[in-house]
Structures are given as C-alpha cells and as structure tokens.
C-alpha cells in the first residue's frame, strides 16, 4: 500500500475528478470501471470514508461541521463523534502513517505545535473569523463572590500562554502541575489578575468545564490562582451543553470556556439573560476544518468530488 494516497500526483486526479463531475451533482455513485484504484487515490472522500473526525457531539465545532456538510452539499459525508481525546490519538495514528485524515481543530491547540497540520478554507464561512474565549458566570456571583468575581473578570491569557501549559500536559506533565509551572513562570500576569483583590477565607466556587485541551489548561491555571486566593475551588468537568445549564441555572458559578461569537453562538442565544458576560479572556482564536500538509487539498470545496 502507498502511503502517500494524497501525493504530488494526486492534484491532477483531482482535478480530472472535478472536471469528470462538474455537469452533475450527483456525487454518490460514478460507474467507471475501474473504481478501487482510481477512487482511492484520485478522491478526497474515498480516501477518509467520508468521514470527518469529530469531537464531543455538543461542542459548537460540531454543530458548525453539520452545518460546513449542509452548505458545501458534502452529501455523503458524516463526521463522526468521539472526544477531544479520541480526535488526537486518531489524528495522531494517521499522521504517522502519513494517512489522510480530516479533524474537526482549533486554535489554540498543542496539535499544531507537535504536527504539520492546516486549516482547510473556508469561503462560506460556516466557521466564522476570528473568535473569542470569553468567561462567563452566573448571575449574582458579583453579589456572592465579588473577590473571584474581579479576577475572573481581569483574567485574560495569550495563545502562547496556553500553549505553554497544552504542550506541557501533552508531554506527561500533570495537569495541576503544568498549570503551577506555568503559574510560576508568570506572576506577573497573575498579579495583574489579582492586584488589588482581597484574599478570602475558604468560600466555595465550581469551575465547569469541557475536556478540550485549551479549556483544561485555562481550568487548571485559575483553580490554582483562585487556591491562592483562599477559595475551595471545584472544578466540574461536563459537556457543552450541560455547562451552559450549569452557569446559567446557577449550579456552577463560571466558566473560562465560551467561545464566541460564533462557536457557542447557540448556547448563548438560548440562555440569553441567564448568564452574565465577564470579557474576553483570549483573542484571535478559531476553529475549522484541520488536515495535515501532506493533504493535497486547500479548501473544504475541495471535499466536493
Ligand atoms: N472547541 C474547543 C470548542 C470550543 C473550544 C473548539 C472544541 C467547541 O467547538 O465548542
């Protein structure tokens, strides 16, 4: 077997493919003889089954990938649910058999600091610009805790900073550990969270959270500046959906892991009023379609044959 299904060569095949496809569009089923060889290395599609690999079934990239399917008329595709976890190690497998694979990604993300990956374009859109990563909270925390209140609402960290703590875990650090490393190594930026806040005696708070590595890596650094504060800190470790319950029905107090405008766009429109926005604690983030470099295709219209 060639491992380099999607080599140099491939671009011409793909482009007789468009070419032989482009009065129809009717994908499915094209009866010329000799299929195997020719679908296995002249289509995208053929090539991963069809198949998108995904991440849990509530995260906002999933939602967007269903919607990227819908309005790229990817019809025979699916993406497939797992974990964040799942993603990596199948990305990770891939990769190193130099196998074509396509992730649903985001930055940041320790992924791109370990492979050669890219974002596949995105002419429509479906995965917005440039996101946000916003704290949330429920309302009345500024009354309950006004002490974490003020810090959650200064906390605000660079890509870099989070990579710092990603690549960290991904090397087998421990969680917590990576997060006081990289507290360490920053206290400057935490005084900043901090500075002029006053130190508390024990009062309780919950965290909630999704196992994405970004939203671990930002949970794990505020469980510790918060510890150092003085606060019994929880952090609860839910999905997508039940997290936006949890802030907004009150049972968790806040959360680092809103990305918006788009991504949690839903989320946010159907708990409008029931939350409370703290700001922005990362610029410039975004979320897609990832594929290694090795692919030889740019766009997600490439995903069309
Ligand atoms: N993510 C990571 C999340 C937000 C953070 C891109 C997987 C999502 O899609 O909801």
Not at 10 to 28: I, M, Y
Not at 116 to 132: F, I, M, R, T
Not at 255 to 276: C, I, M, N, Q, R
């Amino acid at each position: 077997m060639t491992k380099k299904i999607l080599g140099v060569g491939t671009a011409a095949l793909l482009a007789l493919g468009l070419a032989a496809c482009g009065g129809s569009d009717d994908k499915g089923n094209n009866e010329s003889g000799s299929e195997p060889a020719n679908k296995t290395e002249g289509s995208v599609g053929e090539s991963v089954k069809y198949k998108i690999t995904g991440i849990d079934p509530g995260a906002g990239i999933m939602q967007a990938t269903e919607q990227a399917i819908e309005e790229y008329e990817l019809n025979n595709w699916d993406v497939t649910t797992g974990s964040g976890a799942a993603m990596t190690a199948a990305l990770k497998k891939a990769y190193d058999k130099e196998e074509p694979i396509i992730v649903t990604g985001w930055t940041p993300h320790w992924k791109f600091a370990k492979f050669d990956l890219k974002y596949l374009e995105d002419p429509k859109g479906v995965y917005g610009g440039e996101e946000q990563i916003r704290t949330i909270a429920r309302t009345g925390l500024k009354e309950d805790l006004p002490e974490a209140y003020q810090i959650l609402s200064n906390f605000k960290w660079t890509e870099e900073d989070m990579g710092d703590v990603m690549v960290a875990i991904q090397d087998g650090e421990k969680e917590e550990q990576a997060a006081q490393n990289w507290i360490d190594e920053n206290s400057d930026k935490v005084a900043e969270w901090t500075e002029g806040v006053d130190k508390v005696d024990g009062d309780k708070i919950n965290l909630a959270y999704v196992a994405w590595d970004s939203e671990i890596a930002s949970h794990n650094v505020m469980k510790l500046v918060l510890e150092d504060m003085g606060y019994n800190v929880t952090l609860t470790q839910v999905e997508a959906g039940p997290l936006w319950t949890a802030v907004s029905d009150g049972s968790a107090d806040a959360s680092l892991a809103a990305w918006l405008p788009v991504t949690h766009k839903t989320y946010a429109d159907k708990f409008e009023g029931k939350f409370e926005e703290l700001g922005v604690n990362m610029e410039g983030v975004k979320i897609g379609l990832v594929v290694p470099t090795y692919m030889d295709i740019d766009s997600i219209e490439d995903l069309k044959e």
